[in-house]
Structure formats: structure tokens, C-alpha cells
């Protein structure tokens, strides 16, 4: 039996309905659960001591949150996992922030993540690593692992995110949780502190698809003090309910078949479309081509674009400074202290990548092949509604073990990286565990705006794979 503090916040509210349950008498238990278990997990690097927000009978009232190090909030530390920050406290609201604060939100704690987003473990971080709720020896995924495991733990209701090239999925994949990163544009980046802006989104960490979808009808839409926020209406009307998946064309890549995956995510995978095919999708084979191209560009655009919004960090005006007879030299020691390996590794990549002498070379060919992809995920919108891939090739991996190897833990991402270079939402689902208990999912990727299409779709499918009532799960453990 799940305890109270491992509902989904829709069990909570029935509950509470019936008088059976109280939100606010939970987050206390919540709350000694985080500071009591968070020496093990490394979930968290600051607890939110703050009281609950006005908020009527909004649905997220009194559910408390994990946040991201990288989404400001007014005096908390926003600190990005970097030594460098490590002191800043910022001195207003994110827009994702004061929109939870209006629906009545309870703040945990500010999540450990990878430095400034760069990572795919949680181990590029000042703080301690985060580990895996399922097994401690493993990551729990970047960079958003934190808020992933604090869900997964029973630690926070839900979890806010960043998905730059995978950051919220392959986190929720590692943790069993659900993942959702949107269309870029359909949540406001008003603080979320930039690591590559054309690619950045604010994702949502958590235990459901209803849970997910309740926190991004709550965040999604224009932001007048976010120009780059997507004008197209979100649609507030109540979910499709339905026991099939009748008609919807599922795209299924042919390139799957020779890429290398583990073989239980293999299985998983075939296994998973077997159970959409039951409940009516019609699988629809399809070739990906240049799509599959999309790490080298994304690694190049991630670098060019971290190298140019990282430039700030001089010690100047955020963050911690170290003193020098110039500027210069200043700057170097600044950063030489301030900055982790893996920031350093990126900031001189895209340095280089956009030198005189390689920006035609390197990122100029990448942002034409990332238009190249935009135009073929169109095209294959033509003749599919959603396409199906697995989440990540491996389950979660041992801590340590890809550290040094830099191109290994970039290609963990080569299955997240496609939606992000093309701007498109992807969900992905827990779908069962493997034979040393570490969970497996779904990723469902859809056309700009379509998050509705998915998370209909994945309700569907979700309720088919009962993935909750698996028993090795961290929520079915005794304390």
C-alpha cells in the first residue's frame, strides 16, 4: 500500500473530499521525510521555509513543489549547481514561480542539479550528487535528476525542470516518473537562467499524467515579460476520456532496429507498442534520416549558444569574484575557481565553434541541419500523429561510470535531442522495470502545440501498463 505522502495530488484531493485526508497536515510529513531522507538521496541543497500562498480552490492549492537551481525565486538560492553562483539568492519571482504561488503552491526545496544544466548524471554539480531512488549505486538522471528523484521519493507532489536536450526526460525515465518537456515557447523562461535559449524549456516533473497536465495548464501561456512565448490559445478544456487509442498513427522508426539499445529497453519498446497497437494505434514504419544527425548539431548549437549567455558570469555583477591586479586577470581566476570540467569543456568548444575561422565550418552547418530536421519532422507529421521512441538506450547507469568518458554521456541524449532541436513537445512514460528492478518508459513525441494529443494518448496508454502498482517501487517500500 502506497503511503499518503506517495499519492498522485489527484488520489490527495478525493481523499481530502471525503475527509479521510488533510494537504496541509501531509506536507508536514512531507517535509520531515525530505530533511530526514535527503543526506541519502542528495535531492535537495535548500529547503523552502515559506507558509501557503492564497489560492482559492485552485487544483494545485497546498501541494508542495521541488524546484530546479535554475528557476529563480524571489530569495531563494539560484545557484545553478555552480561554486560560482553558490551565494546568489535571487531577487525576484520566475514567471513559472509567481503563477504557482497565485494557484495557492506550496515551495519544498531547490533541487541539485548539473552545472548549469551541462550533464546528464547529476554528478557535474558543487553540491552532492544525487542518487537513484530505486538504487542508490545509480544517477538519477540530468540535469534535472534532483527534482526527478524527489517526486520519485515521495519527497514533492511534482518537480519543475529544465529540457534542453533531454534534461526532464531522461530523468523522469531513470526515477520512473513522468516527464513532459512542451513546445518551446509554451512556458514562459522568464527566470530560468539560460544555458541555450533556443532550446531551453521549463519541463514538468511527476507521479501521473493527470498530475503533469494539471501543472502545465497551471504554467503554460503568453508572458508579457517573455517575448519569445508562443501566442497560440493553451486549451483549458477538460480531458478526453477514453478507453482506446482508435486510429492514431503511431510513428515507428525503422533505424531502431540497428541502433544500439540495451537489449531490455529493446524489448520494453516492442513490448509497448504492442500494447498501443491493442488499443488501436495503427503503427505506421518510418524513416527518420536526418534526424538522426541531430546530436552532432545539437552539440554544437548547446556549446555556441552556452559560450555566449555564460559570458556574463565575469564577477562583476552575479555571483562570487576573485580579485585581481586587472580585469582580466580577474576574470580568469573567477572563472578558473568558479566554473566545473564539463562548463569548461563547453564554453571552449563554443568559443571555438564560433571563431572566425570554424563558424561556417561547424555552426553555421549546424544550424542548417537543424533546419533540415524541423523541415523533415514536418513532413513526417503527414503521415503519423505521434512518434513512439524509447526514452533513452540504457536504464540508469552506475554512478561514476561515464564521467570519464564526455562523448558517452552526450550520447545518452541521442534519443531526447531530435524534439529539442525542433522545438516540439515529447512526454515520457514509465512503462515497467527491468530484472534488476530499474524502471523503462515511453517517450511519445507530437507536432508544435500538440501536448493535449499526448497526454490524452499516454492517459490511455498509462492506465494499460499500471506502472504504480509495480512492487519494487521506492513508493511501495516501508519507511
Known sequence: ????????????????????????????EMALAAHSD?????????????????GGTHPLRNFSAAIKANIAGKGWPTHCGSRLLQNYRSPFDSTVVARLRAAGSRFMGITTMDEFGMGSSCEHTTFSQVVNPWDHGRTAGGSSGGSAAAVASGLAWFGLGSDTGGSVRLPAHFCGVVGLKPTWGRISRNGL????????????????????????????GRDDLDATTLVEPV?????????????????????LKSMDLD?????????????????GAVSVPLTLGNILDAVPAYTVLNCAEAASNLHRFDGSLYGSRVDAESYLGSLEKTRTEGFGAEVKRRLLLGAHVLSGGYQQRYYLRACATRETIIGDFRKLFTRMDVLALPTAPTTAFALGSRLENPLGMHL???????ASLAGLPALTVPTA???FGLPLSLQLVGPACSERLLV?????????????????APWHRQP
Open 1 to 28: 500500500m502506497k503511503s499518503f505522502r506517495h499519492l498522485t495530488m489527484h488520489e490527495a484531493r478525493c481523499l481530502q473530499a471525503a475527509g479521510d485526508l488533510s494537504i496541509r497536515t501531509l506536507h508536514k
Open 456 to 472: 490524452e494518448s499516454a492517459l490511455v496508454f498509462e492506465k494499460q501498463v499500471c506502472f504504480r502498482d509495480v512492487k519494487e
Open 433 to 435: 522495470v527491468n530484472d
Open 263 to 279: 537489449p531490455d529497453v529493446r524489448h520494453d519498446f516492442q513490448e509497448s507498442i504492442k500494447r498501443l497497437e491493442y488499443l
Open 193 to 220: 537562467v539560460a544555458f541555450a535559449s533556443s532550446l531551453d524549456t521549463i519541463g514538468i516533473l511527476g507521479r501521473d499524467v493527470q498530475d503533469v497536465h494539471e501543472v502545465f495548464q497551471t504554467l503554460a
Open 412 to 418: 545518452t541524449d541521442v534519443l531526447t535531442v531530435p
Open 235 to 255: 486549451d483549458r478544456s477538460p480531458l478526453k476520456t477514453s478507453e482506446n487509442l482508435q486510429g492514431l498513427r503511431l510513428g515507428v522508426p525503422e533505424e
Open 38 to 54: 535527503n543526506a541519502t538521496l542528495g535531492a535537495f541543497t535548500h529547503f523552502i521555509e515559506e507558509g501557503p500562498s492564497p
